[in-house]
């Protein structure tokens, strides 16, 4: 069962050098079960910082996090949460579909190989199972690394801008197949991206933050009906969309 | 390189069939080639022996290392702890504790102990080294799956840590040979490539020291060379070769009491151990001395105190000498290799492949060459400070960013202005670095020295104390030997800190 995100007036500021920097101040979400949502905004308005505290990688200074009615760090023990990190974040020492293991090693499972195979090939990467990172490109390394956050089908899914390294032509087709995974399984998703289309085709909401300090701006709802085809690009309701979202970003 | 080798062959050959140096004391290479054959019946009981000494200190002494490297890169408490036992294991002269380890233990006790020991720094400051600097975003991805400081350990950093490992234990196999020769010098055991050393050196038979000598560096370099291999093999990457010599630190930011508690447990430390470790052994009180019986001997009516004063007169001079002349080689080839890269080039694998040496088990053979005045001791302490010295200051300046350099030269600086305004300020941590490494082992070169060949100082005043039996000065020796040689590494640490703080720079390992 697909379980909900609700972040409630969190907070979360670091000191550094030039002084304290609010990277999330008084930030509340609740993403629902099943639902899919996307994070978009300027760069250091803290959408990572965010998935840290959902993910239960750091601790906010005021308010509450949870995951399924779990602590991010509970919710994580479980099993219940995947994710996959802004760089790839792969063990250079290990092959693609060791690394693809490996959060089954983490939560102590056995390692379930037809599903590692079957996300192999979901990624494209059909013939570089005993490759090592240092022999892949970077595209091939972050698809690893989505590969890996859904190796242990998790029921709530946290996504970096996954797709940032890769070219345009790849990235519409991973849009195609993200959705397709994401309507078999049902699996809560979170994306960060900074692709304005990518954030219209795939989510169901887009949430647009802005910067210093880190907070939510609007929220907009995605009105098509699915399963979406790539000629939704090309719609004049698609540019409509389109056009909001930057204005939003642009503070408007 | 070939054609190289086969000139320098055929120089020595010459040189050595001519007699042309100190009379002979540089045989020819067939000379030592024959003497070898003629001694090969000696040759595996004491390659054997020595092997055995390494080998078994080899495994402990890394085994203990890991375990400890990784107890410090988890518990800050811990590594400031045990920074006064690190320090007290990274200074101390090894050959003058091998006496008391000849009396304590029997067999083949004192050559695993000493080469343990020899071992045990550099692999466990590599363990720490590696396991924090655990790349962040690995360690994350274990966490983010609710994986604990274990599961870390296990999945990610002690794996990360390897090649830092594997580079380690390239330098503890020539350590390990070194120290099992070393305790062979102290004394005890009739095999071993150090007890041969030591029975041929009355012998004038040069060709024969020469062989042994030769035999010892082989198997030290072997030891380099399997290591080098598997980490090439593992990692494909290579770390570098610097020696380290910095224990961790142990950070532990609490109230200050605690600090002050810690600073004092480390201090004490040391000296619980030495206690415990003799309560253990079960020796009789003549034999093993405890810190209080220690000073009761000093107290005695017996000069003791006066030898001592005499003894450090003579080794201290000399041993700051000796740092002195190999660390301003050392910097100024280091600094002339800024100018002309290829120096580096040219110097660097010679003074790589002294890394893989013992060599201060060559003694014996400087010995023969330079004869047993003052002068031995200085080629010694000269020949162990400068190689250490020379890699880590020039691998030091070959870090200086290119664009640090460019900047002066883009305004028309002459190379000396360079040097001056960029390469000199820039090695300071370099020169730190090298001199703590070099103060123990100029102190271990010199009293070896003066124990095999001078009759002077310390080193004589341990070798004599042994024949008499003198089990307190033999003791006290050892412990103002080590004591020495914190205290200057102390001194150093005192001032690098002062030095590089002014400068807006930080301690290199
Ligand atoms: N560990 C940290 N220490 C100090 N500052 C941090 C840390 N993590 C993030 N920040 C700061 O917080 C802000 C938000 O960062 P981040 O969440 O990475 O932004 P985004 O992912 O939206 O680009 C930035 O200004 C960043 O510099
Ligand atoms: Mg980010």
């Known amino acids: 069962m697909p379980v909900g995100l609700s972040l409630s007036g969190v907070s979360r500021h670091f000191d550094g050098r030039g002084g304290r920097v609010a990277a999330l101040s008084d930030v509340s979400l609740e993403v629902a079960p099943g639902a899919f949502t996307a994070l978009i905004g300027p760069s250091g308005c803290g959408k990572s910082t965010l998935l840290r505290l959902a993910v239960g990688l750091d601790l906010p200074d005021a308010g509450r996090v949870s995951v399924g009615g779990l602590s991010p760090a509970e919710a994580a023990r479980k099993g219940l949460t995947g994710i996959a990190f802004q760089d790839a974040a792969l063990l250079p020492w290990r092959s693609v579909e060791d690394n693809i293991a490996l959060p ?66 790849l990235r519409r087709q991973m849009n195609v197949e993200l959705q397709r995974i994401w309507m078999e399984s049902r699996t809560t998703t979170l994306l960060v991206t900074h692709g304005i289309d990518e954030a219209i085709f795939l989510a169901d909401r887009v949430v647009v933050m802005a910067a210093r300090p880190g907070r939510i701006a609007r929220v907009i709802d995605i009105p098509f009906p699915r399963p979406r085809r790539a000629e939704l690009f090309g719609t004049p309701e698609f540019a409509a969309l389109e056009a909001e979202i930057a204005g939003a970003l642009d503070g408007h | 390189m070939a054609i190289r080798a ?77 920074r006064g036992v690190n320090i007290a294991i990274f200074a101390l002269p090894a050959i003058a504790i091998a006496p008391i380890l000849t009396l304590m233990t029997t067999g083949m006790t004192p050559r695993v102990i ?4 020899g071992c045990y720094f550099v692999t466990m400051t590599a363990t720490v080294t590696g396991i924090t600097q655990t790349d962040a975003r690995m360690r994350d991805v274990v966490r983010a799956y609710g994986g604990g400081r274990m599961a870390s350990l296990r999945l990610v950093e002690l794996r990360s840590a390897v090649p830092q490992i594997l580079g380690a234990l390239r330098i503890a196999a020539p350590a390990a040979v070194l120290g099992s020769i070393l305790a062979e010098f102290g004394g005890g055991g009739r095999f071993g490539l150090g007890a041969y050393l030591i029975g041929s050196l009355g012998r004038a038979d040069p060709a024969r020291l020469w062989g042994i000598g030769l035999a010892a560096t082989l198997l030290a370099g072997i030891g380099y060379a399997v290591f080098a291999v598997i980490a090439q093999r593992m990692t494909a990457s290579t770390v570098a ?19 002050i508690a810690l600073a004092a447990g480390s201090v004490l430390l040391p000296f619980a151990l030495w206690w415990a470790l003799i309560a253990a052994s079960g020796a009789p009180a003549m034999i093993a001395k405890t810190p209080m019986a220690l000073l009761d001997y000093l107290m005695l009516p017996n000069k003791a105190g006066e030898r001592i004063w005499d003894a450090l007169a003579q080794t201290l001079p000399i041993t700051a000498v000796g740092i002195a002349l190999g660390l301003g080689f050392a910097f100024a ?11 580096v080039r040219a110097f660097m694998p010679v003074a790589l492949v002294t890394q893989t040496m013992p060599l201060v088990a060559l ?40 664009s640090a350099l460019d900047v002066p030269r883009a305004y028309g600086a002459s190379a000396w ?79 690098e800190r002062r030095v590089l703080a002014r400068l807006g720079m930080t301690t290199a390992a």
């Open chain 1, 104 to 169: 089954f090693d983490v939560l102590r499972r056995p390692h379930d190989r037809a599903r590692i195979a079957d996300l192999i090939a979901l990624v494209g990467l059909s013939g570089f199972e005993k490759s090592l990172p240092g022999e892949l490109s970077g595209g091939m390394r972050q698809r690893v690394a989505i590969a890996r956050a859904l190796v242990n089908s998790p029921e709530m899914l946290f996504l970096d801008e996954p797709f940032g390294a890769l070219d345009q032509i």
């Open chain 2, 6 to 82: 086969i000139i320098a062959l055929v120089l020595w050959e010459v040189v050595g069939r001519l007699g042309l140096v100190a009379g002979g004391a540089l045989p020819a290479p067939s000379a030592i080639a024959i003497r070898f054959w003629a001694d090969r019946g000696d040759y595996p009981m004491h390659v054997w022996a020595t092997m055995q000494g390494a080998g078994i200190g080899f495994l402990i002494g890394n085994l203990v290392a890991v375990l400890a490297g990784v107890l410090f890169a988890v518990s800050p408490v811990a590594a400031r702890l045990a």
């Open chain 2, 114 to 117: 000493l080469a343990a020991l």
């Open chain 2, 241 to 259: 070769v610097t020696v380290a010599a910095t224990p961790p630190a142990g950070e532990v930011d609490g109230p200050v009491w605690q600090r």
């Open chain 2, 333 to 343: 080839l280091a600094l002339g290799s800024v100018l002309r890269p290829g120096i």
């Open chain 2, 363 to 402: 003694t014996p053979l400087l010995v023969l060459i330079f004869g047993r005045g003052p002068s031995v001791i200085l080629w010694i302490t000269v020949s162990v400070t400068f190689f250490p010295a020379f890699v880590t200051m020039a691998q030091g300046l070959q870090m200086v960013a290119r």
């Open chain 2, 417 to 495: 202005t360079v040097l001056r305004l960029v390469s000199i300020p820039a090695s300071a941590p370099y020169v730190f670095a090298a001199l703590r490494l070099a103060v123990p082992r100029a102190l271990l070169g010199v009293m070896t020295a003066e124990w095999l060949a001078t009759g002077t100082g310390l080193g004589n005043l341990l070798n004599q104390s042994r024949g008499y039996l003198d089990y307190g000065m033999i003791w006290t020796v050892a412990v103002l030997s080590v004591l020495l040689s914190v205290f200057f590494y102390q001194v150093v640490v005192w001032i």
